[in-house]
Antibody
Framework: QLQLQESGPGLVKPSETLSLTCTVSGGSISSSSYYWGWIRQPPGKGLEWIGSIYYSGSTYYNPSLKSRVTISVDTSKNQFSLKLSSVTAADTAVYYC???????????WGQGTLVTVSS | AIQMTQSPSSLSASVGDRVTITCRASQGIRNDLGWYQQKPGKAPKLLIYAASSLQSGVPSRFSGSGSGTDFTLTISSLQPEDFATYYCLQDYNYPRTFGQGTKLEIK
């Protein structure tokens, strides 16, 4: 059974960089056809796609965040990561990692991790 | 970016009711649409993919329909565990976009 687990600091200071890692178990991140994505959800609000990466390294970002987002993959560790720079309080959210195919919804999700931006 | 507009934003219903949630895309997305159920403190759960295909393990009281710009999620007979928030997601292109959500509450 595929499992995804987010990890990283739960508190980030304004203007700093948020860094999260998603560890994939029960399957290989290098399997062809799979994309790996990040989605966030501010408290009490809806879902926002941040970006996705293919195992080969091709990336796709939300234009609203593109200037601040970097998603990378480490196939040797079966992990992919999110970096979001210059954070503000508006970036406070539960961050989820998830898997999808091309033109297919996210089917496996991590449990989510709350990141609070505060001094 | 394709905008996904869900309606209603909230809905009160009783156990046993049939309910329908709609999602409209700002442009045609073929049938590249999924539906999710989310309960408080949990990750979204995929219910429907390709607009009308039931994800493995999802009860048959859930069904989806539509193509192009207009889509519906129907729950044929509400069960207590179905009270949650529902989201649509277009996977036609990037950026992926979600509907704003429909909160289904007990009447």
């Amino acid at each position: 059974q595929l499992q995804l687990q987010e990890s990283g600091p739960g508190l980030v200071k304004p203007s700093e960089t948020l860094s999260l890692t998603c560890t994939v178990s029960g399957g290989s991140i290098s399997s062809s056809s799979y994309y790996w994505g990040w989605i966030r959800q501010p408290p009490g609000k809806g879902l926002e796609w941040i970006g996705s990466i293919y195992y080969s390294g091709s990336t796709y970002y939300n234009p609203s965040l593109k200037s601040r987002v970097t998603i990378s993959v480490d196939t040797s560790k079966n992990q992919f990561s999110l970096k979001l720079s210059s954070v503000t309080a508006a970036d406070t959210a539960v961050y989820y990692c998830a898997r999808h195919f091309a033109r297919f919804p996210f089917d496996y999700w991590g449990q989510g991790t709350l990141v609070t931006v505060s001094s | 970016a394709i905008q996904m507009t869900q309606s209603p934003s909230s809905l009160s219903a009783s156990v046993g009711d049939r309910v329908t949630i709609t999602c409209r895309a700002s442009q045609g997305i073929r049938n590249d649409l999924g539906w999710y159920q989310q309960k408080p403190g949990k990750a979204p759960k995929l219910l429907i993919y390709a607009a009308s295909s039931l994800q493995s393990g999802v009860p048959s009281r859930f069904s989806g329909s539509g193509s192009g710009t207009d889509f519906t999620l129907t729950i044929s007979s509400l069960q207590p565990e179905d009270f949650a928030t529902y989201y649509c997601l277009q996977d036609y292109n990037y950026p992926r976009t979600f509907g704003q959500g429909t909160k289904l509450e007990i009447k």
